[in-house]
């Protein structure tokens, strides 16, 4: 059995389109979650807890850009444009080698 260079491009590809996806829509999990929980009677459970894990590198990120209308926060949208971006390059990268 041998595995075909074709197959590695997909295969990667593939990979990372979906990683982009995950982080995409845990972002957007984090902003429902920011609103869910603005009451702040409750606690955060583990799963607010583990969004915000993955999530804040990225957002750490979009922070330090310029982020604000007023009294919005910017920087998630700013954070998925890049994780955007990001994938879009690295497929054109893989699909040039």
Do not use: C
Request: aromatic residues 12%; without cysteine.
């Amino acid at each position: 059995m041998t595995i075909d260079v074709s197959q590695i491009k997909v295969f990667a590809i593939n990979f990372v389109s979906v990683l982009g996806n995950i982080m995409s829509y845990a972002i957007f999990i984090r902003i429902i979650l920011s609103w869910v929980n603005m009451g702040g009677m409750r606690q955060p459970g583990r799963f607010t807890y583990f969004i915000n894990d993955i999530t804040e590198p990225i957002l750490r990120l979009a922070k330090k850009l310029p982020h604000r209308i007023g009294m919005l926060d910017l920087s998630p949208f700013t954070a998925m444009l890049i994780i955007n971006l990001l994938v879009y390059g690295l497929v054109k990268l893989i699909t040039f080698i």
